[in-house]
């Protein structure tokens, strides 16, 4: 294969997975735990699916520029913090449902060591999720990922890899996928998701 038709791939591969993403969420189905069968997680009746502290695998390098044009790397910014990394677009109606609930667990969690981060994907452009953001007072930081690329290779196989737009995947204080959710979130649901690794020693 020569070197230029390896990127084109890549991009390719982006993209399908990214169609895949839209599908599976913005047209109603709720998605299912996936990676693999050899998995070691589980999902609740509410949709969220946690990992048991022993077998939490870390991501892929997750980092990039984001939507305001500055550097963000996940690992390095964010080391010995939980992290609540939720996928969205400014065109996704379940996206606009549950970003009210995501600014205010934001800020209200903020103090306790929990930082939040968007990987927005799909919008053509960075003024798409800017005014997003404006809208629905979002403060934390968004990665800007047009294609997808963060959101498929961040996350390994067999683990709670984002499979819907919205999906929220949350980090803990290693830096360990420890819980997903494939659905629009409210407070109740991010509280339940985060409140346990806040609590983890």
Not at 23 to 35: F, H, I, K, P, Y
Not at 58 to 77: C, M, R, S, V, Y
Request: glycine letters at 12%.
């Amino acid at each position: 294969m020569s070197l230029s038709r390896a990127p084109r791939t890549a991009v390719t591969t982006a993209l399908f997975a990214v169609g895949v993403l839209t599908l599976s969420a913005c047209l109603g189905d709720g998605g299912v735990s996936g990676g693999g069968s050899n998995t070691n997680f589980v999902t609740d009746s509410g949709g969220i699916s946690t990992v048991a502290k022993g077998d939490r695998k870390a991501p892929n390098k997750i980092a990039g520029e984001t939507l305001h044009g500055k550097p963000l790397d996940i690992a390095a910014d964010y080391k010995g913090k939980v992290v609540v990394l939720n996928v969205w677009g400014s065109w996704c109606a379940p996206c606009r449902a549950e970003a009210p609930h995501l600014s205010k667990v934001a800020k209200d969690l903020k103090p306790k060591g929990v930082e939040f981060v968007g990987l927005n994907t799909q919008d053509k452009t960075k003024g798409l999720g800017i005014a997003f953001e404006e809208d629905y007072g979002i403060e934390f930081p968004s990665l800007y990922d047009p294609i997808g690329k963060l959101v498929v290779e961040g996350f390994p196989k067999g683990t709670l890899n984002p499979q819907a737009i919205p999906s929220t995947v949350v980090l803990d204080r290693d830096g360990k996928i420890a819980a997903r959710a494939l659905m629009a979130l409210n407070e109740k649901q991010l509280r339940k998701m985060i409140d346990p690794l806040v609590a983890e020693k």
